[in-house]
């Protein structure tokens, strides 16, 4: 049984990691109170009954990887998604597809246009630092090539999103980026036709509102993080070089160090994005 996890890092690891472990207290009839939780995003837990604990330091020690993940299971299954740990030891099929919807109803004082679509430029602070010269996030997409796509796509585009690598995208009708908590990001998600993203946690929160989004794939492979009900774009011209699952996965790399010219998102054209959207009838 688990009885402790700590779920830290990113915002899709703990939106998994919920949806797990309320299918395998379902499963097994016990109550969330009997499984203590250590992570940054307890308000996606608070509201089912688990029992928090607020200590990291009490959470090492048990199986698992340090400062990632922890569990007091036997070590059937060892990796360093911890999504996927609880996954396989608590015997649930691991897939992205599991769903717990999030049920929020959130009050919003924003006026949205009758229909559009949320854009996100940015990345996650494990993805790189914008403010960091020497580095440069393999996964993210150029501003050029989103304010192309808002300018094309034929629907007005609402901006949303935080954190300093959350540029301005030229010809959204409405810039939300750091104007509004999680609960309001979730609200304008939910009344949006869709979400257009690279690969991230706000893919995973709109997935949990049961939303569809178009998901911009370059070094992460669609088959392992790709969801049966988006739209999973990938320009195809190399094999993703993000190898997830394990240690070695790097979503940043030294400008002096790279690998390869990024062709896998340069090559990934706006013009082709749109097409695949209208040739898949979501406008």
């Not at 990113?10 to 969330?32: E, M």
């Not at 740990?85 to 949205?112: E, H, M, R, Y």
């Not at 914008?130 to 094309?152: F, G, H, T």
């Amino acid at each position: 049984m688990i009885t402790k996890a700590g779920i830290i890092y990113g915002l899709g690891d703990a939106l998994n990691a919920r949806a797990f472990l309320l299918t395998y207290c379902k499963q097994k009839g016990i109550s969330p109170k009997d499984i203590t939780i250590y992570t940054d995003y307890w308000f996606l837990f608070e509201k089912h009954g688990f029992t928090r604990e607020t200590d990291r330091n009490k959470m090492r020690g048990l199986i698992g990887y340090k400062n990632f993940c922890n569990y007091d299971l036997p070590k059937t299954y060892f990796t360093d998604k911890c999504d996927e740990c609880i996954a396989k030891n608590a015997g649930i099929d691991f897939s992205f597809d599991t769903v717990v919807p999030l049920n929020w109803n959130t009050q919003l004082n924003i006026t949205l246009p009758r229909k559009f679509v949320t854009v996100n430029n940015g990345y996650g602070r494990l993805s790189g630092n914008p403010k960091d010269s020497n580095y440069v996030c393999i996964k993210a997409w150029s501003r050029q090539y989103w304010e192309e796509l808002v300018l094309k796509i034929g629907i007005p585009c609402v901006q949303i999103g935080s954190g300093d690598s959350c540029t301005p995208i030229k010809g959204c009708v409405l810039n939300l980026v750091n104007k509004t908590n999680i609960y309001q990001t979730a609200e304008v998600m939910k009344r949006a036709l869709f979400h257009i993203d690279i690969e991230g946690g706000l893919v995973y929160l709109n997935q949990h509102l049961e939303k569809k989004s178009v998901v911009l794939f370059g070094p992460c492979a669609i088959e392992n993080q790709g969801r049966s009900f988006n739209l999973n774009i990938s320009a195809n011209v190399c094999t993703p070089c993000y190898e997830w699952g394990t240690h070695k996965h790097r979503l940043k790399e030294l400008k002096s160090n790279l690998k390869c010219r990024n062709k896998c998102m340069t090559e990934l054209k706006p013009d082709y994005v749109i097409e695949r959207i209208y040739q898949e009838k979501w406008l």
